[in-house]
Structure formats: structure tokens, C-alpha cells
């Protein structure tokens, strides 16, 4: 991106609003979002300037949307201001496995992470992932090397899919939750493979799925 060119007062106040307004919304302005907050008489005055922008390389656009601004780091990338959650390890979508470890994985302080859609976090809080290993859920369209983002919860619906510990086992799974009496199912979302029964006690949800990232490559 080119910096060195001393730019006019309103290009400067243009696109230090694009900057603010991205990194408090996480989404780009629209040009009369512009228009009004830099005090700019049309808005054909914001596309003369955003396309000086965009031809010194702070910003491309995007003619065909409403927000199609994006503002380029210094290599001429697209910044993103989407939040990231850390993935603290695997989760079994088969036979459990031994449970990922929070404490260790904080201890070790090598975290992986991934973008998530600003919603997510604004309407769950808290949030965290693991990548799914093994194909038990994939009726469910979750399959092998996924990434399930995860709401830390003790309690889960009947039919809510889960991360469900094992108390005894000392293992976690992936896997629909149904409380039957004094047992719990754990079903999974293939129909070549059984549920998993065990008493109630012996169980412990310590999150539900609220999304899932495929892995495509």
C-alpha cells in the first residue's frame, strides 16, 4: 500500500472513518454511511475520493454491493476484523477418545485459531472450537477434520449436539444428547454406527455445537 503521498485533509478524514467504522463494526460502510459522517456535500464527491483511494492502494471496491469497500494492509491485502476463536484440540465424531485438555492447552500457549461471524459471538458470548475426528456425525454434516465452535454449557435438549464427557471413561465425544431416565443416549448422526448408552451420572455436557466450519480443503 502506498503511504508516502501526503493526502488532502477530506481524503485523509474518509478513510480514517473506513478504519474506524470497520474496526467497531466489523463490517465496511456504506458511501452515504460516509457521506454524513465526513460532512461531504454528494456522494458522488465519496466516490471521487474513495477511487483515489483505491488507486493509491488503500482500499478496493466492490461496484455490485452496497458495502463493497475493502481496506488493504501494507501488502495490499484485505484486512479482517472478524473475531477469532482458539481451537483447543480434537473432539471425537466416533468411538471417545481421551478429553482435550484446557489446562494443558493454556499451558502450552499454541493455539490454532479461526474466524467466526461477529453474530456468533454477539449472540452467544464465550466461544471456542475443537476439530472433529472421526465420521459418526456426518448425516449431520459434520465430518472428518471440521471445526465445531462450541458454547461452554453444562445442560443440553434432548436432541442438542453436544460435548459430552465421560466421566468414568475419562473420555469426550461428539454427539446428540438424550436424557432417558436414570441413562443417557449419546446418538450419532450415522447410520452405520450405534448409540452410546450410559448412566446419567456418568455423563457431563461441558458445551453445545452452534456451528460448524467445513473443512474444504
Known sequence: MVTSKKMPPRRQRILAFLQEFYSD???????????????????????????????????????????????????????????????????????????????????????DTVEISPELLRQHGKLFALRVNGTSMIDALIDDGDVVIIKPSSVANNGEMVVAWLKEEEETTLKKF????????????????????SPAENVEVHGKVVSVIRNLG
Open 25 to 111: 463494526n466489523s463490517i465496511p460502510p456504506t458511501v452515504r454511511d460516509i457521506q454524513r459522517a465526513c460532512e461531504i456535500s454528494s456522494t458522488s464527491v465519496v466516490d471521487y475520493n474513495l477511487e483515489k483511494l483505491r488507486e493509491a492502494g488503500y482500499i478496493n471496491r466492490r461496484q455490485d454491493v452496497a458495502r463493497g469497500i475493502e481496506i488493504l494492509d501494507q501488502e495490499g491485502e484485505p484486512i479482517s476484523n472478524a473475531p477469532r476463536v482458539q481451537i483447543l484440540g480434537l473432539i471425537a465424531a466416533g468411538a471417545p477418545i481421551p478429553a482435550w485438555s484446557v489446562e494443558e492447552s493454556e499451558a502450552s500457549r499454541e493455539f
Open 178 to 197: 438424550y436424557a432417558e431416565g436414570s441413562q443417557v443416549r449419546l446418538q450419532p448422526a450415522n447410520s452405520t454406527m450405534e448409540p452410546i448408552y
